[in-house]
Structure formats: C-alpha cells, structure tokens
C-alpha cells in the first residue's frame, strides 16, 4: 500500500527535529560534563592557592614614605652693630651675660649706673703697670671711669667737632660707654704722651706689650683691627676692658672679641658695613692740648677729648 507523499514529508521531518534534539541534548550534556570536570579544583590546585594566600599575608607590607615638603628656614636677624637703636631706650639694669657685663651700641647701660672704678679691676691694673716697670716700660692709664654726665659732655664735644656720623664711630654716647662700667681703662706709655689715643702706640714696645701680657691680668685689648663690624667701634689700641684672668686668656687664646665670647650675635647675621679703619688724626688739627684724669684721680699734662668709647 502506498503512503501518501504529504505523510512521508511529515514522517522524516519529525525524524529529523528528534534527532536534532538528540544531539542538542547530548552536545549540553558533555558541555556541563566538561565544566563541571574543569572547574572542579583538584588537591594542587587547593594547595597552590593556600600557599600563595599564606604568602600574601606573611609578607609585610611595604610603607611609601612620603615626601616631606621642603620648609624654608626663616631668614635670620640683620644686625648692624655700628649703629645705634635709635628706638631703644636705656634700660632700668645694666646687662649681664654669663656673668660678664657687655656695654656696647646694642647694649647700654642705665643712665643712673654709677659704679666708679671697680677696685679688683684697679688692682689688676697696677699690678700690670708695675710688672711692666720691671721691663723698663713705665705704663699708665690716663683715663677709667666716667660718669654718664660727662660721657654726654665729652660726646657732644665731638659731635661739634666732627659731626655726629664721624663721632659714633670713635665716641660712645652716653650710657653705651665701656667707661661707664668702671671696668674700663685707656693705657699710654709714660713720656710718649703724643701717642696717647693713636693706633702707632699699638705698634710700640709698650703696646706690643700690653697686647701680649694683658690677658695674664685679666684685661682683654676691647676693639682690635678688623672687628669694627662686631664691637661698634674702630681699633684702639689703648683701650682696655677688665673680665678676668680666665675669660681674658680664653678670649686671647681664640683671638676673637668680647661680642664673639659671649655669642651676643649668635644666630644672627652680622652687616659688615664698608667703613675705613683709620681713626681722625690725633694731632693739634683735631685734638686739643690739655688735661687727662687719670685712674688716681690727678691730672697730667695730655691729650684730653679721647678720641674712645
């Protein structure tokens, strides 16, 4: 018997649609077969995988230091030590540091300090004076202490003289006067009274001397060459301060000034100002003949106005 054409068609066609859907469901079978054997972890795996985590929190971690941000320092403290503060008044007490009275232009004095000649650093003085005497050098000092009034006298004498620019090089105003402490001397050779206040007395035997033997008795030469910026003052080599046998030898030995000893300027920076070093001639053009008190109080025919703080 014949099958109709039409039924034959639809025969094969579902053979063909269940075959298919055979094979698809075979093909997903083995893909899940597939993944489910890949993706299973095997006991290395395990392993492997605790290991590397075990590491992970064993090594430690390493810190990025960071980056400091690069401060400026601030700038330091200009300071012109040959000028005077014409903003400060004087104070109610002198100052002391480690113990050793500074006077300069950045350190006065009180107007009222009136100490008179310190006697230890008078009986220093002698003592030099006559140890000198034994080498047939006859010293003196023509000029210690003074008071504030006739600091203000002898300074205005100069400003008259020589202007006041010229004069605070060479002349403290009153109450900024080593002089006023009483601890302070101007040193001459006696019979060579015209150099008294000259820069040619530190180049005779005697100043040379002085210089050399001073710090023994504990006296230090106060404004040497070269210091000018550090002192206030130009060099004079007559001037002598008394700070006592160990300070004296210790500033000597370093060869620096008081202000440096005492580090008065220490973290500061210091102006050094283009000024010349010579002093106003001291002769009858500009210093007048007349009377020096000297340390005993008695008068002796010399150059008077020192030309010193």
Same mark, same amino acid.
């Given at each position: 018997?014949?099958?109709?054409?039409?039924?034959?068609?639809?025969?094969?066609?579902?053979?063909?649609?269940?075959?298919?859907?055979?094979?698809?469901?075979?093909?997903?079978?083995?893909?899940?077969?597939?993944?489910?054997?890949?993706?299973?972890?095997?006991?290395?795996?395990?392993?492997?995988?605790?290991?590397?985590?075990?590491?992970?929190?064993?090594?430690?971690?390493?810190?990025?230091?960071?980056?400091?941000?690069?401060?400026?320092?601030?700038?330091?403290?200009?300071?012109?030590?040959?000028?005077?503060?014409?903003?400060?008044?004087?104070?109610?007490?002198?100052?002391?540091?480690?113990?050793?009275?500074?006077?300069?232009?950045?350190?006065?004095?009180?107007?009222?300090?009136?100490?008179?000649?310190?006697?230890?650093?008078?009986?220093?003085?002698?003592?030099?004076?006559?140890?000198?005497?034994?080498?047939?050098?006859?010293?003196?000092?023509?000029?210690?202490?003074?008071?504030?009034?006739?600091?203000?006298?002898?300074?205005?004498?100069?400003?008259?003289?020589?202007?006041?620019?010229?004069?605070?090089?060479?002349?403290?105003?009153?109450?900024?006067?080593?002089?006023?402490?009483?601890?302070?001397?101007?040193?001459?050779?006696?019979?060579?009274?015209?150099?008294?206040?000259?820069?040619?007395?530190?180049?005779?035997?005697?100043?040379?001397?002085?210089?050399?033997?001073?710090? !023994?008795?504990?006296?230090? #030469?106060?404004?040497?060459? %070269? *210091? @000018?910026?550090?002192?206030?003052?130009?060099? $004079?080599?007559?001037?002598?301060?008394?700070?006592?046998?160990?300070?004296?030898?210790?500033?000597?030995?370093?060869?620096? !000034?008081?202000?440096?000893? #005492?580090?008065?300027?220490? %973290? *500061? @920076?210091?102006?050094?100002?283009?000024?010349? $070093?010579?002093?106003?001639?001291?002769?009858?053009?500009?210093?007048?003949?007349?009377?020096?008190?000297?340390?005993?109080? !008695?008068?002796?025919?010399?150059?008077?106005?020192?030309?010193?703080?």
């Amino acid at each position: 018997m014949l099958v109709p054409n039409n039924q034959h068609k639809k025969k094969k066609t579902g053979l063909i649609i269940g075959t298919t859907s055979l094979l698809a469901i075979a093909l997903a079978g083995g893909v899940v077969y597939y993944t489910a054997v890949v993706d299973e972890p095997t006991e290395e795996t395990i392993t492997q995988s605790s290991q590397q985590q075990k590491q992970q929190i064993e090594e430690p971690v390493q810190s990025i230091t960071p980056i400091e941000p690069v401060v400026e320092a601030p700038p330091l403290e200009k300071v012109d030590a040959t000028k005077y503060d014409e903003t400060k008044e004087l104070p109610t007490e002198p100052t002391y540091i480690n113990g050793i009275l500074i006077a300069n232009k950045q350190y006065p004095l009180p107007s009222t300090y009136a100490p008179d000649t310190d006697p230890t650093a008078q009986a220093a003085l002698d003592t030099m004076v006559a140890a000198a005497a034994k080498e047939n050098i006859q010293l003196v000092g023509f000029s210690g202490y003074r008071s504030y009034d006739y600091q203000t006298t002898l300074y205005n004498n100069y400003v008259a003289r020589d202007g006041q620019e010229e004069a605070d090089r060479y002349s403290a105003r009153p109450g900024y006067s080593e002089h006023q402490t009483g601890l302070a001397f101007d040193i001459g050779e006696v019979g060579k009274e015209d150099l008294w206040l000259t820069a040619a007395f530190g180049e005779t035997p005697a100043g040379q001397w002085l210089v050399q033997h001073a710090p !023994t008795y504990g006296f230090i #030469l106060r404004y040497p060459k %070269g *210091k @000018e910026h550090l002192t206030g003052f130009m060099y $004079e080599s007559w001037h002598f301060r008394y700070v006592g046998v160990e300070h004296a030898l210790k500033i000597a030995e370093q060869n620096i !000034t008081l202000e440096e000893y #005492l580090g008065v300027y220490e %973290g *500061k @920076e210091v102006i050094v100002p283009q000024v010349a $070093e010579e002093a106003p001639q001291e002769n009858g053009s500009t210093v007048e003949q007349s009377e020096v008190t000297t340390t005993e109080g !008695t008068q002796v025919g010399a150059k008077s106005e020192h030309n010193n703080p």
